[in-house]
């Protein structure tokens, strides 16, 4: 059947990724979505298992040891890190995956996974990426302003993707997004296996 793609998609906090991402899922049945442990506190409405794994430090610390993580960072302050048994029972399972996670992640993921597809969605300016902070209402003044500076760190990375995708009309950047994915599936590394049965008849036809 062949393996499932791996997407990562990444973005300074605000940028519209967490919106983008679950919107296409929405559209999209044969998109499954990473989730992440985290020793943040959970904001509200987040419940554990979906948005995140909410972990204490201990636990973080000890699955860290284990080897358990495929990638992992601090983020503000806080650890992230993606479980490597679930991204690889998925995509063995012909699923394509996407990682909502961040620069240094994305690194450690490409050195582990050649073949994974990156996307950066920017703020078409950093004073709408700021408005969006605020307006979004689930954090304080000063984290806010931390998430500000960190987003300009995140930003310099930009030239590390292999897509680069505004998110200026939520609609339109949610169809690029889209068409990235559909591009993707029709590579013949990837329809190859997918279209052995189409393929072999051409190819013992000729
Ligand atoms: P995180 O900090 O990386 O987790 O960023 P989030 O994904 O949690 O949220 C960033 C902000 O952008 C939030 O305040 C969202 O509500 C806001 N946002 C996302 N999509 C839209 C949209 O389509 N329209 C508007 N007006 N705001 C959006
Ligand atoms: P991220 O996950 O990158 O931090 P979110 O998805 O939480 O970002 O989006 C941040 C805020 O900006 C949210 O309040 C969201 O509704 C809003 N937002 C997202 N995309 C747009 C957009 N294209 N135009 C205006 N606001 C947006
Ligand atoms: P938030 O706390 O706002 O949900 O996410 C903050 C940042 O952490 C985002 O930049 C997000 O991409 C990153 N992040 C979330 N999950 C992971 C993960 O599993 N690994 C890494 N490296 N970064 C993550």
Same mark, same amino acid.
């Given at each position: 059947? @062949?393996?499932?793609l &791996?997407?990562?998609?990444?973005a300074? !906090?605000?940028?519209?990724?967490?919106?983008l991402?679950?919107a296409? $899922?929405? *559209?999209d049945a044969?998109?499954s979505l990473?989730? !992440?442990?985290?020793t943040?506190?959970?904001r509200a409405? #987040?419940?554990d298992?979906?948005?995140?794994h909410?972990l !204490?430090?201990?636990?973080?610390?000890?699955e $860290?040891? #284990? @080897?358990?993580?495929?990638?992992?960072?601090?983020?503000f302050?806080?650890?992230?890190?993606?479980? #490597?048994a679930d991204?690889?029972?998925?995509?063995?399972? @012909? *699923?394509d995956l996407? &990682?909502e996670?961040?620069?240094q992640g994305? *690194?450690q993921v490409?050195e582990?996974?050649?073949?994974?597809?990156s996307?950066?969605?920017?703020?078409? !300016?950093?004073?709408?990426? %700021?408005?969006?902070?605020r307006?979004? @209402?689930t954090?304080s003044d000063?984290?806010?302003?931390?998430r500000?500076?960190?987003?300009r760190? %995140?930003m &310099?990375h930009?030239g %590390?993707?292999?897509?680069?995708?505004?998110?200026d009309?939520?609609e339109?950047?949610l169809?690029? $997004?889209?068409?990235?994915v559909?591009a993707?599936?029709?590579?013949?590394?990837?329809q190859r296996?997918r279209?052995?049965? $189409? &393929?072999?008849?051409? %190819?013992?036809n000729?």
């Open positions: 059947m @062949g393996e499932g &791996l997407f990562i998609v990444s300074p !906090s605000g940028a519209g990724k967490t919106s991402v679950k296409l $899922l929405e *559209r044969e998109l990473s989730v !992440s442990c985290t943040r506190q959970a409405g #987040e419940q298992g979906i948005h995140y909410f !204490s430090q201990d636990q973080f610390r000890q $860290l040891a #284990e @080897g358990a993580f495929l990638e992992h960072a601090e983020v302050g806080n650890f992230y890190g993606t479980r #490597e991204v690889r029972a998925c995509i063995a399972a @012909g *699923r996407v &990682l996670i961040d620069w994305a *690194r490409r582990r996974f050649g073949a994974a597809i996307i950066f969605v920017l703020p078409p !300016s950093i004073q709408a990426l %700021e408005q969006r902070l307006g979004r @209402g954090d000063d984290i806010i302003a931390g500000m500076a960190q987003a760190d %995140e &310099l930009f %590390e993707y292999d897509y680069l995708v505004v998110n009309r939520f339109m950047a169809d690029v $997004l889209a068409a990235i559909t993707e599936r029709q590579r013949l590394s990837h296996p279209l052995a049965s $189409l &393929l072999g008849e051409i %190819e013992s000729h």
